[in-house]
Structures are given as structure tokens and as C-alpha cells.
């Protein structure tokens, strides 16, 4: 899943060659990076201005989409079922995915000098491993949710209860702190003595790794090991559940199966987007500004945005629960007074 990488770097402790030198010394000339420089998405300076408006208006949308289809969820009592309740909480990682890296970005393109801490620049790589391997059991949840109601729809209600849906999202953040717990483990004690560039908007583990001055050739195979076993595994489950579940759907001709078909494709695509992208960042052989940096903006900002177009545009419960939380919260007389209320406090 990772590139692995040689790094030589000039540390004072291997051109001294000096033994006398006591260990805590040698520790800290060998550890002295405290920050790292993020290279951003473009080095242009013409551009920082537009690139700040686009990301801006993208993450307000991703936070309005997200946050609205949680919402909507929520206020209705047609759509407190675990397919919606599983959707909704897809809609909270997806915010946490755009949030960890999204608004540092935007604030670097109004600057300069773009820098984060070292303990930033782990947490940052905490983040993405937490939210991305919670989103991958999040999808199979969410696959496993749409066999049981195709496939076995008359037990359906007494296998996805209320009880079963937690403890699936409770079984994906676990997964995900596991991972990225295991992921951290091999970059946090990895010695930093010169090259501080990240040629990225945010620390990505391949990309902090090839910066330490030793030999990440081991370190990079377990960390290979560790992703490529959660997302070859996960990948696996996905294809095998959405297999039996079209060839299903082909038996049937329903109405109530061409409903199933609408709900199935907005799943097939939103785990499509969000594969894909990991795919080709961690296995690829492409450099790592070429492709990578695109791809790492799709899976931080595109597909968080995209997935509530996709299930909502592709959902008739769903926009019909948009419209009923509209006209219950911008009726009409009440948008009048608020404004009013703004423009004429006085009166």
C-alpha cells in the first residue's frame, strides 16, 4: 500500500563519528527537526487567492451537506431505520475526513512560510488513518445492512436492530483506532535529523516516513502489511457482498426491487470513489506530486462532498425529508421576520 524508500540525510552524529560524545547528545543531534515545512497544493503565488475561495465554498458545502443529511435523519420518524441510521453516521466521518487537513489548508494559502508542528504533523497522521479505516468498515457496514434487506428482507428488522447498528459504528471507530494506532507506532520513534518537506497540503505517512534518517526499508513493508490487510480485506467484503446482492436483484423484477437497484448503485459508487483514489496513492508507481497530491484532495474533499449528492439525489425518502424540514424551518413568514428583525432592528 506504501512505497518504500532509503533516505540519506547529513546528521552531525554520522560525520563526527565521535564516541566520546555522551548518548543524550547524540539523541538530540539525531532528533532535531521540531517542524515540518508543508509544500502546499502549487507553489504560485497568483493562485493561493483562488485556490483559498474554491476550498473555502467546497468545505462550507461539505459541512452544510453533511450536517443537513444528519439533520434530516434525525427529525424524521420515516427515516430513524438502520439503513439512514448507518448513512448518517457515513455523514459524520466524512466531516471529520475534510476536517482534519481542509482548514489547515486553507489558512496555508494565505501565507507564506506553510509549517507544522512535529506533534501536528502526528496527529494529522493519527487522523487520517482513524477516519479513513473507520469509513472502510463503515461501507461494509453499510453493504452488510443491504444484503440483509434484499437478500433476507423478511428477517431484516429482527437481524439490523438497534442494538446491531451500534455496535457495527462502535466496531468501525474501533478498527480505525487500531489501525491508525499501529500505523503511528512505526513512524512516532523514527529519528528526523535534516529533510523537513512534505511535498503535500498535509503529513501523509509514506511522505513523513522517506524523511527520517534511517532505513525505512522494514518499517515501510509493516506499514504496507497493516494497511493493505484492512483495505485489500475490506475491498474483498465489499465486491463478494455487492455481488450476491445484484445477482439477487437480477432474479427479482419488482417495483420494489428496481428501488433496491437505485439504493445499490449510490452505494457501488460512493465505495468506488473512495477506493479508487487509495488505490492509486498507496500502490501505483506514479511520483509523489504527479497523481498523488490530486488524488489526496479527492478523498479529503471530493468524496466527502459528493457522497451526500449521490445518496440524496438518488433518494426519493430523502429529499421528500429535506422538503418537510424546509418548510418547517424557513416557512415563509418566519424568514420575513428574521430578516426584519436583521436589516431594521430599530423598529
Request: net charge positive.
Amino acid at each position: 500500500m506504501l512505497r518504500s524508500f532509503t533516505v540519506f540525510c547529513f546528521c552531525p552524529t554520522q560525520v563526527t563519528g565521535d564516541k566520546s560524545l555522551p548518548k543524550s547528545m547524540n539523541e538530540t543531534n539525531r532528533s532535531q527537526v521540531m517542524e515540518f515545512v508543508l509544500l502546499g497544493l502549487s507553489g504560485s503565488k497568483e493562485l493561493q487567492p483562488f485556490l483559498f475561495l474554491i476550498f473555502s465554498l467546497l468545505y462550507l458545502a461539505i459541512l452544510l451537506g453533511n450536517f443537513l443529511i444528519i439533520l434530516t435523519v434525525n427529525s424524521d420518524a420515516r427515516l430513524h431505520t438502520p439503513m439512514y441510521f448507518l448513512l448518517a453516521n457515513l455523514s459524520f466521518i466524512d466531516v471529520c475526513v475534510a476536517s482534519f487537513a481542509t482548514p489547515k489548508m486553507i489558512a496555508d494559502f494565505l501565507v507564506e512560510h506553510k509549517t507544522i508542528s512535529f506533534k501536528g504533523c502526528l496527529a494529522q497522521i493519527f487522523c487520517v488513518h482513524l477516519f479513513a479505516g473507520g469509513e472502510m468498515v463503515m461501507l461494509v457496514s453499510m453493504a452488510y445492512d443491504r444484503y440483509v434487506a434484499i437478500c433476507k428482507p423478511l428477517h431484516y428488522m429482527t437481524i439490523m436492530s438497534r442494538r446491531v447498528c451500534i455496535i457495527l459504528v462502535i466496531i468501525s471507530w474501533c478498527v480505525g483506532f487500531i489501525h491508525t494506532t499501529s500505523q503511528l507506532a512505526f513512524t512516532v520513534n523514527l529519528p528526523f535529523c535534516g529533510p523537513n518537506q512534505v511535498d503535500s497540503f498535509f503529513c501523509d505517512l509514506p511522505l513523513v516516513t522517506k524523511l527520517a534518517c534511517t532505513d525505512t526499508y522494514v518499517i515501510s513493508l509493516l506499514i504496507v502489511a497493516d494497511s493493505g490487510f484492512l483495505s485489500l480485506s475490506s475491498f474483498l467484503l465489499l465486491v463478494v457482498s455487492y455481488t450476491v446482492i445484484l445477482v439477487t436483484v437480477r432474479k427479482r423484477s419488482s417495483a420494489s426491487m428496481a428501488k433496491a437497484r437505485s439504493t445499490l448503485t449510490a452505494h457501488i459508487t460512493v465505495v468506488t470513489l473512495f477506493f479508487g483514489p487509495c488505490i492509486f496513492i498507496y500502490v501505483w508507481p506514479f511520483s509523489s506530486y504527479s497523481v498523488d497530491k490530486v488524488l489526496a484532495v479527492f478523498y479529503t474533499v471530493f468524496t466527502p462532498i459528493l457522497n451526500p449528492v449521490i445518496y440524496t439525489l438518488r433518494n426519493k425518502e430523502v429529499k421528500a425529508a429535506m422538503s418537510k424540514l424546509k418548510s418547517r424551518y424557513l416557512k415563509a413568514g418566519q424568514v420575513s421576520a428574521l430578516m426584519g428583525n436583521v436589516l431594521l432592528p430599530e423598529s
